[in-house]
Nanobody, 121 residues
Framework: QVQLAESGGGLVQAGGSLRLSCAASGSILSINTMRWNRQAPGKQRELVAA???????NYADSVKGRFTISRDNAKNTVYLQMNSLKPEDTAVYYC???????????????WGRGTQVTVSS
């Protein structure tokens, strides 16, 4: 089994910062791309940022210059540093990862359960 667990969400004032973490655990052989997504109330889930195993990154236009994605391959963990937060960043943040389990021949995408981020004005 493979599990992803997010942490680090909470309530912050506009202009503040939060750092989210997502740790993958279980029978993992390798991890390719890791991503952060978010879903605000009444809206579709959207991709926020992604990072490949080699460290290449991409960001949604709405967070460029404010959010930074990084990863620690030794810990199977991805991070999202969020600065200059805005009320419109309020959402449940989910991580996902393309993982090859030890018992499989290929990669599958696994999701965490999400962590709430609330930015007050």
């Amino acid at each position: 089994q493979v599990q992803l667990a997010e942490s680090g969400g909470g309530l912050v004032q506009a202009g503040g910062s939060l750092r989210l973490s997502c740790a993958a655990s279980g029978s993992i052989l390798s991890i390719n791309t890791m991503r952060w997504n978010r879903q605000a109330p009444g809206k579709q889930r959207e991709l926020v940022a992604a990072i490949t195993s080699g460290g290449s990154t991409n960001y949604a236009d709405s967070v460029k210059g404010r959010f930074t994605i990084s990863r620690d391959n030794a810990k199977n963990t991805v991070y999202l540093q969020m600065n200059s937060l805005k009320p419109e960043d309020t959402a449940v943040y989910y991580c996902n990862a393309d993982v090859r389990p030890t018992y499989a021949l290929g990669y599958s995408r696994y999701w965490g359960r999400g962590t709430q981020v609330t930015v007050s004005s």
